[in-house]
């Protein structure tokens, strides 16, 4: 049971990273379009406000922020893709086709039960519980919806995709049989959390009235809360009513009345008065700005040595992404779900910061490394204390590297970096110390697939980063000798598992694998 437990989170954790591997070059894109489109950069290198340059940096950040906004839409077919384990391309389709059903009939019950919520001028849909997504007005699940749809979709493929039907019914056969099953779970799915979602959401309106009445712990409790949800996209439902709306405080500016931190610390700002405690409501910003540094740090620390170089590249985009402009999530979902134990952490490293900056009466800007550096210098010492803030933010930066790193060695776990480690009870069968270069030979697939026993004795075959991933039926007639005909790093066997360490360049070696094997 331990092991089938294992398994099953393993290839859920390989086809949440497939999808997320793309986040890293959008990341990278994303940190150009900020820098030349960020005021603060702008208004000292001013050719920057140049039309031309200015219309690139807002083509290259609205269009990369469009796929980190539809990231339920992105999980539905990668995951899709990834767990098939046959006709990947038909199973991101079938992923496609469902998640647009699922959000249609999502729509369609909420009007026909009258329960579409109306935006505000203000927040839009922001803190009503429902979200615009792809155009369409649903229940906000955040990913979740495309999590679950990608899973679900990617496993009834591989029940049902080899199904055949006789007679007039043969049109349903295969694929198509697939796709009437996730039709039907799609239109299920889409009408009962327009009832069973809310019930969640429910819950988490209770804590932010507890948090409001709690001081210092709520402060907690708010600040772990919107990192926890962050997942689910429940999160919007505890900052929004504190930023925007009554519960962060009100203002009498004159005869107006301001509310939600947001805009009162916006007009405290331009006033130059005192900073009043709402504006904590607005320090979720800190984590964001600061810890994040360390986290990347930590998982670049904890990498394997082979990845070490692979995953730098990949980090460093992220973590630029999320001091400067508070994005978080391609950071968040490379470890919310494969290493939870850590993001809980995370969560409540983030809470307690958010209180500490209370308690030690700091009042700056959080939000963004260069837009609060300079807000912060604007508004001075006296009414900010933004030095402290800093001595803060290394005290946190430092905390997460070192207690990250910890816990990711102490348990092995699958963090960025670390998806290909060997695992401490897998048998090292031969480590060969050789170079991996050169173009894939295609000669060299036969041996491959000779020396894992003939074809008839794969039952799948995949790959992660840096490893050709095999289950074979009788692990005795795998022959060493032959895959290592084709030069390779190591060999694994556990269970009837099979791992052959190719590098980077496996992904060729699949490829040419998969090619050879239904020539066959």
Known sequence: MKDK????????????VQPLSYISVAGMILVLGVLLTNTSVTGVLTFLQWRPINLIGTLLYECVMVIINNLGLIFAVGIAAALAKGEK?????????????????????????????????????????????????????????????????????????????????????????????????????GYSVAFLWPIVQQGINFLTSVISSSGTFG???????????????LHHLVYAPFQFAELGGSLVVGEQVIVGAYPILMTELQMGVPFSDSMYYMATGFTKTFGYLGICAAFYHTAYPENKKK?????????????LTGITEPIDFMFAFAAPLLFVLHSVIAGVFVALLKVLGIHAMTTGLINSAIMNVVAGIERTNFPMMYVLAIIQILLYFFLFS?????????????????????????????????????????????????????????NCFTRLRVNVKDITLVNKDLINKKANNGIVLKGSDVQVVYGVEVPSIRKEVDATLASL
């Not at 906000?140 to 049902?160: E, P, Q, S």
């Not at 995953?311 to 001091?323: E, F, G, K, R, Y």
């Not at 060695?409 to 670390?418: A, D, E, V, Y």
């Not at 270069?437 to 008839?456: E, F, M, R």
Request: glycine share 10%.
């Open 5 to 16: 437990i294992l398994s099953a989170m393993e290839k859920f954790s390989r086809a949440m």
């Open 89 to 189: 391309h038909q199973a991101a389709l079938i992923g496609l086709m469902v998640y647009i059903m699922f959000l249609t009939a999502n729509n369609i019950t909420l009007k026909t039960f009258e329960l579409l919520a109306q935006p505000s001028e203000m927040l839009g849909l922001f803190g009503s519980g429902q979200a615009s997504v792809l155009g369409i007005q649903v229940t906000d699940m955040g990913v979740f919806n495309g999590i679950i749809l990608g899973c679900l979709t990617g496993y009834i493929f591989n029940k049902t995709s080899h199904k055949s039907f006789k007679g007039y019914w043969a049109m349903y056969s295969g694929t198509r049989f697939t796709f009437a099953c996730m039709l039907a779970i799609s239109l299920f799915l």
């Open 219 to 233: 402060l907690f409790l708010y600040g772990m809360l919107e990192r926890l949800l962050i997942p689910t996209g």
């Open 311 to 323: 995953i730098l590249n990949v980090l460093i985009p992220l973590a630029l992404t999320a001091t």
């Open 406 to 462: 910890y816990l990711i060695k102490k348990f092995n776990m699958m963090t960025p970096g670390r998806n290909d480690m060997l695992d401490e009870e897998e048998e090292v069968v031969e480590i060969i110390e050789t170079d991996v270069s050169g173009v894939v030979n295609p000669a060299y697939t036969y041996h491959i697939i000779d020396g894992l026993g003939g074809k008839d004795n794969i039952n799948t075959i995949e």
